[in-house]
C-alpha cells in the first residue's frame, strides 16, 4: 500500500522509470484521489523536466580553448615520443 | 559506422595519436560542460578540460578497460574538480543537517502549496526560474551536486554514476532523490513568494 510518504520516498524511481509497472499503477491510483499526493507528483515531475532541459543546454568549449588544449596535447604526445 | 571506444583506447595505446585524438573530440564537450557545472566558471573548467586529457594520456597505458573508458574519463574529470575546489578552499562541508535535503515527509506535504507545474511560467523561458533552478543546483552540497550534475551527464544511469564515484548503487539514488526534492522546493518557494508578489 503506497501512501503519501511512501511517495516521497519512490518519485525519483518513477520518473526515472526503475519500478515495476505495479507499483507505478498504485502511485498513478493514489495520485488520482489525493490532492497533496498530485502536487508533489506534479511539482517534482516538472522540476525533474526543468534540469533535463538545463541539463541539454551545452556550454560550448570556446574556440581558443579547444584550439589550445590540441596543441598541448601534440606537444606532450611529441615529447613523449622523444624519450 | 563510428569507430568504438575500446578500439580507439587499443590503438592510442599503441602510440596512434589520431586515435586518442578521436577521443579527445569525442568527450571534450562532454568534461568541459560537467567541469563547467561543477567549477562554476570558464577558467577553472578549460584548466580541468586540460588537467583531465592529461591525466588520461598520462595514465592510458595502464588502462586495463575494465571500466568503460568514459567511465574512468570521468572519474579522472570529477576527481580534477574536487580537488581544485578543495585547494581554493570552496568546498561545502556536507552535513546530513541541510535542512531541506532531511525534510521529513510530513514537512514535505505541510509546505505543499499549490501546484504550479502547468503554469505557464514554469519554463526556463522565464529567467527568475532559471535563476532559481541555477543557484538551487549551486547551493546543493558538493557530494549530492556531482552525483545530480554526473546523472545529467550524457544520460549516464546510476550504475554508471555509481562507477564514477566509486559509492554504492543506493547512495547515488538517495543522493539524487533529496537533491531534486531541494530543487522542487526551491522552486515551490519561488512560486509561493511570486504569488504573494502578485
Same mark, same amino acid.
Given at each position: 500500500?503506497?501512501? $503519501?510518504?511512501?511517495?516521497? #520516498? %519512490?518519485?525519483?524511481?518513477?520518473?526515472? *522509470? @526503475?519500478? &515495476?509497472?505495479?507499483?507505478?499503477?498504485? =502511485?498513478?491510483?493514489?495520485?488520482?484521489?489525493?490532492?497533496?499526493?498530485?502536487?508533489?507528483?506534479?511539482? $517534482?515531475?516538472?522540476?525533474? #523536466? %526543468?534540469?533535463?532541459?538545463?541539463?541539454? *543546454? @551545452?556550454? &560550448?568549449?570556446?574556440?581558443?580553448?579547444? =584550439?589550445?588544449?590540441?596543441?598541448?596535447?601534440?606537444?606532450?604526445?611529441?615529447?613523449?615520443?622523444?624519450? | 559506422?563510428?569507430?568504438?571506444?575500446?578500439?580507439?583506447?587499443?590503438?592510442?595505446?599503441?602510440?596512434?595519436?589520431?586515435?586518442?585524438?578521436?577521443?579527445?573530440?569525442?568527450?571534450?564537450?562532454?568534461?568541459?560542460?560537467?567541469?563547467?557545472?561543477?567549477?562554476?566558471?570558464?577558467?577553472?573548467?578549460?584548466?580541468?578540460?586540460?588537467?583531465?586529457?592529461?591525466?588520461?594520456?598520462?595514465?592510458?597505458?595502464?588502462?586495463?578497460?575494465?571500466?568503460?573508458?568514459?567511465?574512468?574519463?570521468?572519474?579522472?574529470?570529477?576527481?580534477?574538480?574536487?580537488?581544485?575546489?578543495?585547494?581554493?578552499?570552496?568546498?561545502?562541508?556536507?552535513?546530513?543537517?541541510?535542512?531541506?535535503?532531511?525534510?521529513?515527509?510530513?514537512?514535505?506535504?505541510?509546505?505543499?502549496?499549490?501546484?504550479?507545474?502547468?503554469?505557464?511560467?514554469?519554463?526556463?523561458?522565464?529567467?527568475?526560474?532559471?535563476?532559481?533552478?541555477?543557484?538551487?543546483?549551486?547551493?546543493?552540497?558538493?557530494?549530492?551536486?556531482?552525483?545530480?550534475?554526473?546523472?545529467?551527464?550524457?544520460?549516464?544511469?546510476?550504475?554508471?554514476?555509481?562507477?564514477?564515484?566509486?559509492?554504492?548503487?543506493?547512495?547515488?539514488?538517495?543522493?539524487?532523490?533529496?537533491?531534486?526534492?531541494?530543487?522542487?522546493?526551491?522552486?515551490?518557494?519561488?512560486?509561493?513568494?511570486?504569488?504573494?508578489?502578485?
Amino acid at each position: 500500500m503506497i501512501d $503519501f510518504k511512501k511517495l516521497c #520516498e %519512490l518519485l525519483s524511481d518513477y520518473f526515472d *522509470e @526503475e519500478l &515495476e509497472s505495479d507499483i507505478c499503477a498504485d =502511485i498513478d491510483e493514489l495520485v488520482s484521489e489525493d490532492f497533496g499526493c498530485k502536487v508533489l507528483f506534479n511539482t $517534482f515531475n516538472r522540476t525533474v #523536466e %526543468l534540469c533535463r532541459e538545463m541539463e541539454a *543546454e @551545452e556550454i &560550448e568549449v570556446p574556440e581558443e580553448v579547444h =584550439i589550445r588544449l590540441h596543441e598541448f596535447l601534440k606537444i606532450k604526445i611529441r615529447k613523449r615520443e622523444e624519450i | 559506422m563510428s569507430v568504438s571506444d575500446e578500439i580507439l583506447v587499443r590503438k592510442s595505446q599503441q602510440g596512434d595519436y589520431l586515435s586518442f585524438e578521436e577521443l579527445v573530440k569525442r568527450y571534450e564537450q562532454k568534461i568541459y560542460n560537467l567541469a563547467y557545472r561543477i567549477m562554476g566558471n570558464k577558467e577553472d573548467a578549460s584548466d580541468v578540460l586540460q588537467e583531465t586529457l592529461l591525466q588520461a594520456l598520462r595514465k592510458l597505458p595502464s588502462f586495463k578497460g575494465k571500466a568503460k573508458f568514459s567511465t574512468w574519463l570521468y572519474r579522472i574529470a570529477v576527481n580534477s574538480c574536487l580537488m581544485r575546489k578543495r585547494k581554493q578552499k570552496k568546498m561545502d562541508i556536507v552535513s546530513l543537517d541541510v535542512p531541506i535535503l532531511t525534510k521529513k515527509e510530513d514537512e514535505i506535504k505541510r509546505d505543499l502549496g499549490d501546484d504550479w507545474s502547468k503554469s505557464p511560467l514554469a519554463t526556463l523561458e522565464n529567467e527568475e526560474v532559471k535563476k532559481t533552478l541555477s543557484n538551487a543546483i549551486d547551493s546543493l552540497p558538493e557530494e549530492y551536486r556531482t552525483v545530480f550534475l554526473l546523472r545529467g551527464l550524457d544520460g549516464l544511469s546510476n550504475q554508471e554514476v555509481a562507477k564514477v564515484l566509486k559509492i554504492s548503487l543506493s547512495a547515488v539514488k538517495s543522493r539524487l532523490h533529496r537533491a531534486r526534492l531541494f530543487l522542487r522546493e526551491k522552486l515551490s518557494q519561488y512560486f509561493r513568494e511570486y504569488r504573494s508578489r502578485a
